[in-house]
């Protein structure tokens, strides 16, 4: 049973997902209650699990009123446990689950945070990366060392390439322009700059995106490329350093 996934805009730019499998329907983050609900509804879904990706508010905060509405359980990182709101299951990594497509493992990718975690489907071919790996970018490094997100990216980035990455916001166009600020003269970035400008101008979302796309034109992952050193003059510098320097750029951009 191949897994059906709703994206659900919510806050100014977040997304949630609905994921419903053979297991039933989890939620990954619940920045507020009222769209998922709607989402919920119009599908005559109940809603068995949510998976929370970090503690940031507005990746949780609608997460009591949907389990006072459903009776869902709530499961995230063992690590922020302390942070998040109360859970019936704290996941570390290598506590895998799940039937077929939904067969789910846990990731803990920190750097955002300290203990954020992503969740890969690896039957399905996809991945809820939120605030870690993003569609053209990365999250700002809040709480970790740049050291410790280059980590977690390539840990990401190692992923096969076909794999789908679903982010948790909608800041590609944002990304687009900074990246092309770094490889103004990579081909494929221009012509995925265009193809976000009209996305956007639609009004439809640019997630999911795809591991090898993003390893084409995402600056973020491409830290360790001779070309991508050299744009930057820091030739022979280690990769974490590279990028350090292009998400200091980004803070600033």
């Known amino acids: 049973m191949p897994l059906e996934i709703v994206t659900i805009p919510c806050l100014s730019d977040n997304y949630a997902y609905l994921i419903k499998g053979p297991d039933g329907v989890c939620l990954i983050d619940a920045p507020e209650a009222g769209p998922i609900i709607e989402a919920l509804e119009s599908r005559g879904w109940g809603l068995d699990v949510i998976m929370i990706t970090h503690h940031h ?76 790996l993003m569609a053209l970018g990365c999250g700002r490094v809040f709480e970790g060392t740049p050291e410790m997100m280059w980590d977690s990216l390539s840990k990401l980035a190692a992923l096969p390439p076909e794999t789908r990455i679903y ?38 979302p640019t997630v999911p995106s795809v591991l090898s796309e993003e390893l084409e034109t995402n600056p973020f992952l491409r830290a360790n490329l001779p070309e991508v050193k050299a744009a930057l003059g820091m030739q022979g510098a280690p990769d974490a350093s590279v990028f350090a320097e292009i998400r200091k750029r980004k803070d600033n951009f």
């Open 57 to 132: 508010n507005d990746h949780v905060g609608g997460v009591q009123e949907l389990r006072n509405r459903y009776g869902c359980k709530v499961m995230g990182p063992k690590a922020e446990e302390a942070k998040l709101p109360p859970l019936d299951m704290a996941l570390e990594e290598g506590m895998n689950g799940g039937t077929d497509e939904a067969y789910t493992v846990p990731m803990m990718v920190p750097g955002h945070t300290l203990g954020h975690m992503a969740f890969y489907f690896p039957n399905a071919g996809v991945v809820f990366t939120a605030d870690s």
């Open 167 to 204: 982010s948790g916001h909608e800041y590609t166009m944002s990304n687009a322009k900074f990246a092309l600020s770094i490889e103004p003269d990579n081909a494929k970035l221009k012509s995925r700059y265009e193809a976000v400008a009209e996305a956007r101008t639609e009004g439809r």
